[in-house]
């Protein structure tokens, strides 16, 4: 299985400040088609998780453009421009490169 | 809008089999692919497995040999059975649609339910 390693597993953050949250993978997630299926998911406190980003930097329907994501390969990033209340949650990386789907361990971002 | 609604018991003994099912309501079930994730507590989301509306299947291989994923489209519903459960399935389970080539964009969840297993 390909192992997901996310940095770090809390991060406090300051409302305004921006985060980032670093996910690595342990073999490459290009796919035979050229593809890299590398998303990222929150989930709130209470809720199902919400996708936010797919193949690796593409912004799902109605996510703020607050949210990016960057990377290739095997390390891929997460970044809040500027922290908001709902923000509030766990984030997790998921690839579906190669069965079985992973995920991260999760990152709890807290407001400061 | 589609909305996933999934139902099932929420307290099993060990070695008894959990059984849910997720109704589709309000979308299209056909161009999609059906998944089931758990979340152990305190840990982080498990993929167990995945179903097209024409029954094609992928498995967790740490599950496959007790999981079993169904679909009936005449009630735009999709069902998991996982057999021989003991507390380490004790899990909030969420049915899923994905969209895409594979159905990785898990975009539309169940509300989950919580699954207890205990003696």
């Known amino acids: 299985d390909i192992v997901m390693t996310q940095t770090p597993l809390s991060s406090p953050v300051t409302l305004g400040q921006p985060a980032s949250i670093s996910c690595r993978s342990s073999?490459?997630?290009?796919?035979?088609?050229?593809?890299?299926?590398l998303s990222w998911l929150q989930q709130r406190p209470g809720q199902p998780p919400r996708l936010l980003i797919y193949?690796?930097?593409n912004r799902f329907s109605g996510v703020p453009d607050r949210f990016s994501g960057s990377g290739a390969g095997t390390d891929f990033t997460l970044k809040i421009s500027r922290v908001d209340a709902e923000d509030v949650g766990i984030y997790y990386c998921?690839?579906?490169?190669?069965?079985?789907?992973?995920f991260g361990q999760g990152t709890k971002v807290e407001i400061k | 809008q589609v909305q996933l609604q999934q139902w099932g018991a929420g307290l099993l003994k060990p070695s008894e089999t959990l059984s849910l099912t997720c109704g589709v309501y309000?979308?299209?079930?056909?161009?999609?692919?059906w998944s089931w994730i758990r979340r152990p507590p305190g840990k982080g989301l498990q993929w167990i497995g995945k179903?097209?509306?024409?029954?094609?299947?992928n498995y967790n291989p740490s599950l496959k040999s007790r999981v079993t994923i169904s679909v009936d489209t005449s009630k735009n519903q999709f069902s998991l059975k996982l057999t021989s459960v003991t507390a380490a399935d004790t899990a909030v389970y969420y049915c899923?649609?994905?969209?895409?080539?594979?159905?990785?964009?898990?975009?539309?969840w169940g509300q989950g339910t919580l699954v207890t297993v205990s003696s």
């Open positions: 073999q490459s997630l290009v796919h035979s088609d050229g593809n890299t299926y």
């Open positions: 193949k690796i930097s």
């Open positions: 309000g979308g299209s079930f056909s161009g999609y692919y």
């Open positions: 179903i097209t509306h024409t029954g094609s299947t």
């Open positions: 998921m690839q579906a490169t190669q069965f079985p789907w992973t």
């Open positions: 899923a649609r994905g969209a895409g080539i594979f159905g990785e964009l898990i975009s539309r």
